[in-house]
């Protein structure tokens, strides 16, 4: 971001003349202007970089030409230039604002040396300001996650120490968590790999009998099905990533194959003899204790290890409950766009109530929760009225206190007797009066003060 830009308000022609023709050999753009106040309308119409201010001016004074541009114009850096230079005049200036001073008659190396140095400062501080913002948005935001929680935070940094490493990742946690978008925040925060393919494979939705194919990749004729030679998901990630989701649900054989890529980057489609070099970055993940799989007998220890070079833990949403308000703002603001509601926001009520649930599906019951109450609601703002029954019943649990198990018809229990409460405190205890504002007849009111010893 090279300084350009200069204006130069000088009421003596002759320094005007001098500094334009000294400053455009220089490469800089120069406006000139012979008062305060056509200096003001030049700054008005095209702010510069730097302005060059004479302190003796007819009309404004060079102290109030640069009182108004501190005011207005906070980016323009100022020099004052003055025929009487004493140490009164500097101090004020350089108080005022002014980034330094120039003594007439102005020598052409000092100024050219001033200029450049006021460059740089200006270069330091937009390259500063860059990266502030840059900071600031991967803190809330990082590739296609939202978060601002330190265990997030922590995640944002492992994927950007490992981006330009080759290092194989285990990732764990919860279904819904978002795996996946951490696996692609890999992918892509790696420069050697962000332009290949990027591969995912969910091992346990593929049935047993094909799912070596589906990796390794076949050759015609290798079984009854296989009328034509068909390439793998490795062979397709060649050159990027693979994401190896649920993990655990591997084979043992498939597990012995696995461990092979990982040790040599090589592997024979099913029916083949001809060995295969790959080049793939390889990403597990796991919603199970690959520990307990380990002593069950289930998973191969010498797997695990191989994989577990890299393991990221990937907290659960209620561990996280303070990054809920921004991905609420993210899926209401994608949701809307999506269903072309004109949904503004959420009450302070529903917001609550998403922020007291337990949310045992994570992120992704949290987005799609969002997205139904886009689709239900009828107005600008999504209420609890929109929400549904479970999360706003374990809520109101919350709210009023309920820590324990139990079955909601007890859950709910703590509420009601909370609410009756209220009703006969605010009317007095007037039966008559409580029953009219919860709207229900005096006999049922009787019969719920005596369930909840309140008589």
Not at 316 to 327: E, S, T, V
Request: glycine share 6%; proline share 4%.
């Amino acid at each position: 971001m090279m300084t350009r830009k200069i204006l130069i308000i000088e009421d003596d022609q002759l320094v005007r003349d001098s500094l334009f023709e000294i400053l455009s050999q220089e490469g800089y753009t120069v406006t000139l202007a012979e008062t305060g106040e056509h200096g003001l309308e030049k700054l008005a119409e095209d702010p510069p970089d730097i302005a060059l201010i004479d302190l003796r001016l007819p009309g404004m004074t060079g102290m109030d030409v640069l009182n108004a541009i501190i005011a207005k114009y906070p980016s323009v850096d100022s020099v004052m230039m003055t025929s009487f230079a004493t140490a009164e005049t500097a101090v004020e200036a350089m108080k005022a604002g002014a980034k330094d001073y120039l003594v007439k008659p102005i020598n052409d190396d000092e100024l050219k040396i001033l200029l450049a140095r006021i460059a740089d400062e200006r270069q330091l501080r937009h390259d500063y300001e860059t990266l502030k913002m840059e900071v600031q948005e991967k803190r809330s935001r990082f590739h296609q996650m939202i978060g601002e929680d330190p265990k997030m935070q922590k995640i944002y940094s492992i994927i950007q120490a490992i981006s330009d490493t080759t290092t194989t990742v285990l990732l764990k946690g919860e279904s819904g968590t978002g795996k996946g978008l951490i696996a692609q925040a890999i992918h892509y925060s790696d420069p050697s790999r962000k332009d290949g393919p990027y591969v995912e494979i969910s091992c346990g939705a593929i049935p047993r009998e094909l799912l070596e194919s589906e990796l390794f990749g076949h050759v015609k004729g290798a079984f009854t099905s296989a009328i034509r030679d068909r390439v793998g998901r490795f062979e397709l990630a060649n050159g990027g990533t693979i994401l190896l989701d649920e993990i655990d649900t591997l084979p043992p054989y498939l597990q012995v194959k696995l461990l092979r890529v990982l040790q040599q980057k090589v592997f024979e489609m099913v029916g083949d003899t001809k060995t295969r070099q790959v080049d793939v970055r390889i990403i597990a993940s796991t919603n199970r204790n690959l520990e307990e799989e380990i002593k069950k007998g289930n998973f191969r220890e010498d797997l695990y290890y191989r994989l577990n070079v890299i393991t990221i833990e990937v907290p659960p949403l209620r561990d996280r409950k303070g990054d809920i308000p921004a991905l609420v703002k993210h899926f209401l603001t994608v949701f809307s766009e999506k269903t072309g509601r004109p949904i503004k926001g959420i009450t302070k009520e529903a917001m609550k109530t998403l922020i007291d649930y337990h949310w045992p599906g994570n992120v992704r019951e949290l987005e799609n929760t969002l997205e139904r109450a886009v689709v239900l609601s009828d107005g600008e703002l999504i209420t609890p009225e929109n929400l549904p029954d479970n999360i706003t019943q374990e809520s109101a649990a919350v709210r009023f206190g309920v820590t324990g198990q139990g079955t909601l018809k007890e859950v709910l229990k703590v509420p009601e007797k909370q609410i009756i409460l209220q009703a006969l405190d605010s009317t007095g205890w007037n039966r008559k009066k409580a029953a009219e504002l919860l709207a229900i007849n005096r006999t049922t009111l009787y019969n719920k003060m005596k369930e909840y010893n309140l008589l």
